[in-house]
């Protein structure tokens, strides 16, 4: 069991037997995270589903999670990557004679990448590993791209991962007796858990950012060029920049001039998601305002974009608030 209290397998009680994997899909969808059920043993979106769609109809709304398992409880758990769970895993593998985990450690040594030391990490029926990260929530960095080396893939937009309790069907071959079988193996936590993963080192979006560029198919951004990504981006800096930087003044420059307006609202939003509290989210765009561009906005224009910043943000603070008691009530009805 994690250190957190929660333990990943149940007792077979009637409301466990009714749904099955559901019932861990409704702590993962508790626990703030889109899910989507998967062919029973496999990795597939579920027929269920229909042809269009998959990954992108995961949902963290446990009457839609629960309707989803009470009719397939064998269906195993889809975790979306990406911006929609806040979520990049680092995906190990050690099939087909790779080996991930030792690629990925040299890889490491190399560059000079620490990990965290509270890593969460689930094991795959395959052998292979998935060591979950969470992402800034307003990092727009995240493309899915896999394979960085052999072995070793990065899942973020547009990917998902399978995750426990799910099950695969692994084909065992035994050579004396010439026999083979497939038999059920479930992932597992291993170490950590999904209510608190950590958050993503600072090497992984460089990392990423290389690989994208890397990449001709995948359109490269240029710094400055003010389009919405750009712009969240500046504004993400502005609200994370150390209380140091903003003394020294040292990022006059970061807010480009002609972009002043986008790029204070995004921060209002973000500090208002971040702060919940008017109070301390205003005097923080105060001083990004002050502090990190060559010419400030007024004290008035800067109150007028805030309070629609604000206004925006409280309507999704409700929503998020309303997602989170359903899934609470759901999983508290279950005694979990
Ligand atoms: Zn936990």
């Not at 969240?232 to 209380?243: K, L, M, Q, S, Y």
């Not at 974009?305 to 759901?330: C, D, H, K, M, Y």
Request: proline content about 8%; charged content about 20%.
């Amino acid at each position: 069991m994690a250190s957190c209290g929660h333990s990943w397998s149940w007792p077979v009680t009637p409301e466990v037997r009714a749904l099955g994997l559901g019932v861990a899909a409704l702590r993962y969808a508790s626990l703030g995270y889109a899910v989507l059920p998967l062919e029973p043993g496999g990795k597939k979106p579920h027929g269920m589903l229909g042809d269009t769609g998959g990954v992108h109809l995961a949902s963290r709304d446990p009457r839609v999670v629960r309707a989803w398992w009470s009719a397939h409880p064998a269906a195993n758990i889809g975790v979306p990557t990406g911006l929609v769970n806040q979520l990049v895993v680092v995906d190990l593998d050690t099939k087909g004679g790779y080996d991930g985990p030792g690629n990925f450690e040299r890889l490491r040594a190399e560059r000079g990448w620490a990990l965290p030391a509270d890593l969460a990490i689930a094991r795959t029926p395959g052998d292979g590993w998935h060591s979950w990260f969470r992402l800034p929530p307003q990092a727009s960095w995240c493309p899915e791209k896999p394979a960085i080396t052999a072995g070793v893939d990065i899942k973020g937009d547009g990917g998902y991962i399978a995750v426990p309790p799910s099950g695969r069907m692994v084909h065992l071959a035994d050579s004396e007796s010439s026999r083979s079988e497939e038999i059920p193996v479930a992932y597992e936590w291993v170490t950590g858990c999904p209510c608190s993963p950590p958050a993503a080192p600072g090497w992984l979006p460089g990392w990423m950012a290389e690989k994208r560029a890397a990449s001709p198919d995948v359109p490269v951004r240029q710094r400055g060029t003010g389009d919405d990504d750009d712009l969240t981006d500046i504004a993400w800096r502005c609200v994370h920049a150390r209380d140091d930087d903003l003394k020294t003044q040292k990022d006059k420059q970061l807010i480009p001039h002609g972009k002043r307006n986008e790029v204070l609202y995004r921060a209002g939003c973000i500090l208002m998601l971040k702060h919940r509290n008017e109070g301390a989210a205003w005097s923080r765009l105060v001083a990004i305002n002050d502090t990190m561009t060559a010419g400030p906005l007024g004290k008035r224009e800067l109150n007028v974009l805030f309070r629609s910043a604000a206004g925006w943000s409280w309507g999704r603070i409700a929503e998020l608030n309303q997602v989170w008691t359903a899934s609470l009530e759901a999983t508290r009805s279950l005694g979990l």
